[in-house]
């Protein structure tokens, strides 16, 4: 088989029910949210842009674009837990940098918005 039955059994694992931005955009407070389609990230950026906002902090949207493979998805998920990491030791005003180093690293091109 595809690895199909695999990727659904390590994501059943993982999480209860597939996530929707939507349904946490409302009372939720984020620093950052990372996507890793472009279109995912396009989404989130509209629908962020057009809601009501309860706080007035900054909102970093990533996109770091792993293929949807088993094989690319362990690596995407290696690589953006090192990013996060990174975003934690790290004064938000010193985030492109972070992602600069980031994409010269790793040879990916990251999509960012604030």
């Given at each position: 088989m595809n690895g199909v039955l695999n990727m659904l059994d390590r994501n059943r694992k993982v999480?209860?029910?597939p996530q929707r931005f939507q349904d946490a955009m409302d009372g939720m407070d984020f620093d950052?949210?990372?996507t890793f389609e472009e279109?995912?990230?396009?989404?989130?950026?509209d629908a962020w842009s057009q809601r009501n906002p309860k706080t007035f902090g900054p909102l970093h949207i990533v996109n770091v674009p792993v293929k949807d493979t088993h094989e690319d998805a362990v690596v995407g998920a290696v690589i953006v837990s090192k990013l996060c990491q990174k975003f934690e030791e790290t004064d938000a005003e010193e985030w492109d940098m972070v992602i600069a180093d980031f994409e010269k690293e790793h040879k990916l091109t990251v999509l960012t918005s604030v």
């Open positions: 999480k209860t029910a950052v949210i990372v279109r995912v990230f396009d989404a989130l950026v």
